[in-house]
């Protein structure tokens, strides 16, 4: 959130708040989270996997999420 506020800053010299509510809570986040603990315990184990599973869940996830967004404004 931060890091896209702030490139919007830079860029554009206009503060864009990048969240859907007020500062930095994103609910995409917050799923991508509760995603990562469910679906992922059983990876602990073996940290690469972990991390590489982390980052198709999430990836998933946000793809998902802009991709509805998107969708709607069309």
Do not use: Q
């Amino acid at each position: 959130w931060l890091w896209e506020v702030v490139l919007y800053i830079v860029m554009d010299h206009v503060l864009v708040n990048r969240g859907t509510m007020y500062g930095p809570w994103l609910p995409v986040y917050g799923v991508g989270g509760v995603a990562i603990i469910f679906l992922l315990d059983r990876f602990k184990a073996d940290k690469a996997k972990l991390f590489a599973m982390a980052m198709v869940v999430c990836g998933i996830i946000e793809f998902r999420s802009e991709e509805r967004r998107v969708g709607k404004e069309c």
